[in-house]
């Protein structure tokens, strides 16, 4: 089984976080550690499980510091 998770800026649409370890998060900042601004980003989500199957699931979420 896996996970890979996305973060994506609405406004430039390019992918400012990712992770692939079920222990792994987005904690609000950029892939170089640098805070990312409040506002709104959207997230996908891609986890395959033992029988192969795979889920996805996308959405938006608000950032407030």
């Given at each position: 089984?896996s996970?890979e998770?996305?973060?994506?800026d609405?406004?430039t649409?390019?992918?400012?976080y990712t ?5 792994d ?5 950029f ?5 990312a ?7 996908i989500f ?9 889920v996805?699931?996308k ?7």
């Amino acid at each position: 089984k896996s996970i890979e998770g996305m973060i994506i800026d609405t406004k430039t649409e390019k992918i400012i976080y990712t992770w692939s370890r079920f222990e792994d998060s987005w904690n609000g900042k950029f892939s170089n550690g640098n805070d990312a601004p409040e506002g709104y980003y959207y997230y996908i989500f891609k986890y395959i499980g033992n029988d192969d199957q795979t889920v996805e699931k996308k959405g938006l979420v608000e950032l407030r510091r």
